[in-house]
C-alpha cells in the first residue's frame, strides 16, 4: 500500500464522483476510498461497483470507507471500530495519535492525520506536521499513509521525507479543475522521492 490514495467526497466535487475518480485514475492514481456514507447501501455499493470495474481496467483497487466491503474485497475503518477488523484482503484504519497506533492488530497500514491544516476538516487537529508525524511513523506497527491537507508536491515530499510510504488525498483531487493535472503532478512527486531509495513507478500501482 503506497502512492497517491484519494479519499471521495462528491459535496465537493467540481465534476460527478465517477468523473472525477476516472479523470484521477488517468493521472496515475491507483487506489481509491470511496465515503460517501450518507447514501442509502443500494445507492451506495451501485457507485461500489462502477468506481471498481473503472480502477480495475487500470489495475488499480477501491477501498470502501466502513466494515462493509460492498461486494469487494478492500476496508478503511475509523478509530472507533470495529475491533478487531473484518476479514478482508486489505484494510486500513484511520489514526491520530499513538493510542489509536496501539489499538492496530491485523490491518495492513494506517492514515495518520491531519498532518497539515485542512479545508475538508478545519479546526480538526491540532496538525502533526512532518515532525509529528516522522515521531508517530517510528512507533507504528504497519505503514502509515499521511492525510490531511497534503495538496502540493512539496508537501508529498515532506510526508515521504518523514517515512510515510505514501499520502491519502481529497481535496487536492475533488475540488481540482483539472483533476487528471493535480493526480499527475502529486503522482509524479510521489515517485521522484521514491525512485532514489530503489523503488519503482510500480509501487503507485
Known amino acids: 500500500m503506497s502512492g497517491v490514495v484519494v479519499l471521495t467526497d462528491r459535496r465537493v466535487a467540481r465534476r460527478p464522483l465517477v468523473a472525477v475518480v476516472a479523470a484521477a485514475v488517468a493521472g496515475g492514481v ?7 456514507k450518507d447514501l442509502p447501501r443500494a445507492e451506495r455499493a451501485a457507485l461500489a461497483v462502477e468506481l471498481r470495474a473503472l480502477l480495475a481496467e487500470a489495475g488499480g483497487t477501491l477501498i470502501v470507507a466502513g466494515p462493509d466491503p460492498l ?7 475509523p478509530a472507533a471500530g470495529p475491533y478487531p477488523p473484518p ?6 484504519r484511520s489514526c491520530h495519535d499513538q493510542a489509536e497506533l496501539r489499538r492496530l492488530t491485523t490491518e495492513d497500514y494506517a492514515t495518520l492525520s491531519p498532518v497539515f491544516p485542512t479545508r475538508t476538516k478545519p479546526g480538526h487537529g491540532p496538525p502533526l506536521h512532518p515532525e509529528g508525524l516522522r515521531e508517530l511513523i517510528e512507533v507504528s ?5 499521511a492525510l490531511g491537507g497534503v495538496e502540493t508536491p512539496d508537501q508529498v515530499r515532506a510526508c515521504i521525507g518523514a517515512g510515510a510510504v505514501g499520502v491519502a488525498v481529497l481535496g487536492a483531487i475533488m475540488r481540482a479543475e483539472d483533476p487528471t493535472a493535480a493526480a499527475t503532478t502529486l503522482t509524479s512527486a510521489f515517485k521522484a522521492v521514491r525512485q532514489p531509495s530503489g523503488a519503482t513507478t510500480g509501487d503507485q500501482k
Open 30 to 36: 491507483r487506489r481509491v476510498v470511496l465515503r460517501e
Open 141 to 145: 506497527p504497519v505503514p502509515v499513509l
Open 71 to 77: 461486494g469487494g474485497d478492500a476496508v478503511h475503518l
Open 87 to 92: 476479514n478482508c484482503g486489505l484494510v486500513g
